[in-house]
């Protein structure tokens, strides 16, 4: 159980594209998902927190307008890249946060690593 | 600010020794506190967590040890084994705020 499925595992584009990456929970329902940023032996950098219903929370510095981040349903919460440039290329992962019991766990997404040329 | 400090950066032991990775935290809101194994080109994976209410808490090979008034947890990998080689993050979050503040993550290599 507690399974969150991140698509496209691997994504290359053009400078100036815009990239949609999703994330599925796919045996529990998440009010709460969240969107990381990882670069090359770093740790984990949240971008933003993304609630059912309502509009993503974004930390400070990330920019909301390059970062689209949509939760529409309990179960499905999508990241755009938008205007995609080289120094937008990283690994991108998603959690997801159980809306019923264990709220506190988040589990992670096998994560996206975009490239952009 | 860096609210949860991680350290060793990297740590190499020796197949069947002890891994012992640490953290130490600031903000005393944080109550509860998971630990994330990763490998190359994946997303993080639970590996165990605790309540500042306990000590130590044992699953398996892995053991959390938690010291409430130093601020201090660590991890104990007990018979490591080379498929334990992996980057390992702690983190802590505080209440109802459920986001995660991570270390900055320990490379750990297991020799055979």
């Known amino acids: 159980g507690a399974v969150v499925s991140q698509h496209p595992s691997w994504v290359i584009c053009k400078s100036g594209t815009s990239v949609k990456i999703e994330c599925r929970s796919l045996?529990?329902?998440?009010?709460?998902m969240f969107w990381y940023r990882q670069f090359p032996k770093q740790s984990l950098m949240l971008m933003a927190t993304?609630?059912?219903?309502?509009?993503?929370?974004?930390e400070q510095g990330v920019e909301k307008d390059k970062f689209l981040i949509n939760h529409a349903s309990l179960t499905l919460s999508t990241l755009t890249v938008t205007s995609a440039h080289p120094e937008d290329s990283s690994f991108y992962i998603c959690?997801?946060?159980?809306?019923?019991?264990?709220?506190?766990?988040?589990?992670f997404g096998a994560g996206t690593r975009l490239s952009v040329l | 600010q860096q609210q949860v400090k991680q350290s060793p950066q990297s740590l190499i032991v020796q197949k069947g020794g002890i891994s012992i990775i640490n953290c130490a935290y600031e903000?005393?809101?944080?109550?509860?506190f998971p630990w994330y194994q990763q490998f190359p080109g994946k997303g993080p994976a639970l590996l165990i967590a605790?309540?500042?209410?306990?000590s130590e808490k044992k699953e398996g090979r892995f053991t959390i040890s938690f010291n409430k008034s130093a601020k201090q947890f660590s991890l104990h990998i007990m018979d490591s084994q080379p498929g334990d080689s992996a980057t390992y993050f702690c983190a802590a979050s505080a209440g109802s705020n459920y986001k995660l503040t991570f270390g900055k993550g320990t490379l750990l290599t297991v020799n055979p």
């Open positions: 959690s997801a946060r159980n809306s019923g019991k264990a709220k506190n766990i988040q589990y």
């Open positions: 045996d529990f329902q998440a009010t709460t």
């Open positions: 903000n005393t809101a944080f109550d509860y």
């Open positions: 993304s609630n059912e219903g309502s509009k993503a929370t974004y």
């Open positions: 605790i309540r500042p209410d306990v």
